[in-house]
Every structure is written in structure tokens, then in C-alpha cells.
T-cell receptor, first 110, second 111 residues
Framework: GEDVEQSLFLSVREGDSSVINCTYT??????LYWYKQEPGAGLQLLTY?????DMKQDQRLTVLLNKKDKHLSLRIADTQTGDSAIYFC??????????FGGGTRVLVKP | DAMVIQNPRYQVTQFGKPVTLSCSQT?????MYWYQQKSSQAPKLLFH???????NEADTPDNFQSRRPNTSFCFLDIRSPGLGDAAMYLC??????????FGPGTRLTVL
């Protein structure tokens, strides 16, 4: 099965850019997703990228995909205190199933 | 607003006492999923329904069952909760082949 790995923790100052990294093993993943989870809440879909794309930008969010290295990143520009949360990357495999990474806890300091 | 609703948001049960968690959706999606998420871990898929077709993950314990009486509702039944079943339970829905939308979750405490 697919393995998806993320770094555990990221600390960033308010106003700076955050970059969250993810690596995956299944090259057949058709879509790759980024979800945000605030404390005690469900997962909020932030953005996704189709596997034949290199980059997708959506307001403050930029997703970069390097298929050769199986590396996905999420850049958050002008990070705000409301961006403090756990961010999960996930790959979609056969049967529409998602395989999640372990999550990256982002702490934004004022 | 179209959404995924989970009730209750917090559930406390006793060791061994059956409990049912509820999920409903107004998105009219074909597929409904149940995930278990333990503290500081990724969500783990328990099972999913594609319309009425039930799909169980190979490593989901028999203690966990599910029912989907209609398109809008899906239930998670835990027959004999153990201390290790304390977790956040997340329901999600998707259209066929589409992205998954999650509910707010039900946090289960087992005493």
C-alpha cells in the first residue's frame, strides 16, 4: 500500500511564508490533497492537485508537485495566526481511498 | 448550506456498552466513509459505502459495524467499546470519484 510521510512540526512567524513537505510512494496516485484540521474539528479540504500538474495556486496557497521525486509541498504565503493547525497531505489511490500522512503541526507565532 | 453533520459531537460511554454514532449529509453524495483518528495520528479508514454496497477495510475489528439506511444517513455501531476505541470518529462523503468532504467528528470517550 501507499506510504505518505510528513515532517511533524513547523514553527513560523506571522507574516512569513510556511512550506509544508510531503513524500509519497505510490506513483499511481491520481490526485494529491491537502487538508487542514483545527483542534477538535474535522478535516477541511484546502486544495488538491492532479498528478499531471506541477503547480497549482489558489490565493495564499501554492502546491508544488515533483512526480519524479514523489514530493509534494504546500506553501502558505503571509501566514496568519488562524493558519495554526495540523495539515495532512493525502494521496488518492484505487477505489477513491485516501492515504493520509501523519500530519504536520504548524504553529504561527505573533 | 450543503454539509456533513455528525451527532453527537461528544459521546461518553462505558467499557463494553454499545454505542452508535450518526452521520448525515445534504450533499447527496454516493459514497460515505467512516474514519477513526487517534490522538496525533492520521485518520484511518474503517469502511465505506458506495451507495448501498458496504466495503470493509481488512484490518477493521469486528467490533465495528455500520448501517446506511438511505442516501443521507450512515451510522457507526461499536458493539463493545474498549478503552482502545477512544478516538475521534470522522465521517466523510464524496461523489463518485470526487474529493472527500468531512464532518466535524464525534469524540468518543470510553470510561
Amino acid at each position: 500500500g501507499e506510504d505518505v510521510e510528513q515532517s511533524l512540526f513547523l514553527s513560523v512567524r506571522e507574516g512569513d511564508s510556511s512550506v509544508i513537505n510531503c513524500t509519497y510512494t505510490d506513483s499511481s496516485s491520481t490526485y494529491l490533497y491537502w487538508y487542514k484540521q483545527e483542534p477538535g474539528a474535522g478535516l477541511q479540504l484546502l486544495t488538491y492537485i492532479f498528478s499531471n500538474m506541477d503547480m497549482k495556486q489558489d490565493q495564499r496557497l501554492t502546491v508544488l508537485l515533483n512526480k519524479k521525486d514523489k514530493h509534494l509541498s504546500l506553501r502558505i504565503a503571509d501566514t496568519q495566526t488562524g493558519d495554526s493547525a495540523i495539515y495532512f497531505c493525502a494521496g488518492k489511490a484505487a477505489g477513491n481511498k485516501l492515504t493520509f500522512g501523519g500530519g504536520t503541526r504548524v504553529l504561527v507565532k505573533p | 448550506d450543503a454539509m456533513v453533520i455528525q451527532n453527537p459531537r461528544y459521546q461518553v460511554t462505558q467499557f463494553g456498552k454499545p454505542v452508535t454514532l450518526s452521520c448525515s449529509q445534504t450533499l447527496n453524495h454516493n459514497v460515505m466513509y467512516w474514519y477513526q483518528q487517534k490522538s496525533s495520528q492520521a485518520p484511518k479508514l474503517l469502511f465505506h459505502y458506495y451507495d448501498k454496497d458496504f466495503n470493509n477495510e481488512a484490518d477493521t475489528p469486528d467490533n465495528f459495524q455500520s448501517r446506511r439506511p438511505n442516501t443521507s444517513f450512515c451510522f457507526l455501531d461499536i458493539r463493545s467499546p474498549g478503552l482502545g476505541d477512544a478516538a475521534m470518529y470522522l465521517c466523510a462523503t464524496s461523489p463518485r470519484g470526487g474529493e472527500q468532504f468531512f464532518g466535524p467528528g464525534t469524540r468518543l470517550t470510553v470510561l
